[in-house]
């Protein structure tokens, strides 16, 4: 089955401690993206990378960071420096920028 | 900045009812617009999308949006709701500017049986 997988579904952390988010696709997409999902909020990006190696800043990339070593992963750290890291971490993938995106079933953050 | 408005937040329907949801964007230049749907406990998944050609356009389950340029819209209709159309809906933009998505805020929809 094609499709986009994020590990693990809920997630326990301390404050203050960093935390990285899984994020795997086999639909051969270059473009890969991770967004944060609050109540009311809508969908805000917070990176994007459209091939391997190379990555770029959404909008509230503040205190989080990605690498794209590998086309298929895409994985997300959440690090001490995020003010409000409690939160639903979508990732998704595209043939490109502008077309379908396809999303994964989310990652719930939850720092205690 | 651009941006992407559903002004509505919350929407309650009967079922049989019909159904309009509002998205406006902020962008003058060429745009693709699309609309996704989160079925309670599913992933975020394509509804619709228009990048050219008729502006009226149908997607899954009975659901169709049109393309207003003039209002800088695309709103999204069905008919005649069921039970099971109960999900939150987004609307997304990618400009020609850009190139980045930009997703509104969603509209929760309840459909009552």
């Known amino acids: 089955d094609g499709g986009i997988t994020q590990s693990p579904k809920y997630l326990f952390r301390k404050e203050g401690q960093n935390v990285t988010l899984s994020c795997e696709q086999n639909l051969n997409h270059d473009a890969m993206y991770w967004y944060r999902q609050d109540p009311g909020q809508g969908l805000r990006l917070i990176y994007y990378?459209?091939?391997?190696?190379?990555?770029q800043k959404g909008d509230i990339a503040e205190g989080y960071s990605v690498s794209r070593e590998k086309k298929e992963s895409f994985p997300l750290t959440v690090t001490s420096a995020q003010k409000n890291p409690t939160a639903f971490y979508l990732c998704?993938?595209?043939?490109?920028?502008?077309?379908?995106?396809?999303f994964g079933p989310g990652t719930r953050l939850t720092v205690l | 900045a651009q941006s992407v408005s559903q002004h509505n937040h919350h929407v309650i329907l009967s079922e049989a009812a019909s159904l309009e949801l509002g998205c406006n964007y902020s962008?003058?230049?060429?745009?693709?617009l699309f609309w996704y749907v989160q079925y309670p406990g599913q992933h975020l998944q394509l509804l619709l999308k228009?990048?050219?050609?008729?502006?009226l356009v149908k997607g899954i389950k009975g659901f169709e949006a049109e393309f207003i340029k003039s209002k800088f819209s695309f709103n999204l209709r069905k008919p005649s709701v069921q039970w099971s159309d109960t999900a939150e809906y987004f609307c997304?933009?990618?400009?020609?500017?850009?190139?980045?998505?930009?997703f509104g805020t969603g509209t929760r929809l309840k459909v009552l049986a």
């Open positions: 228009y990048f050219s050609g008729d502006p």
């Open positions: 998704a993938s595209s043939i490109s920028r502008t077309d379908t995106q396809y």
């Open positions: 997304a933009v990618i400009t020609s500017g850009t190139y980045k998505y930009i």
């Open positions: 990378s459209q091939i391997v190696n190379d990555f």
């Open positions: 962008y003058g230049g060429t745009v693709n």
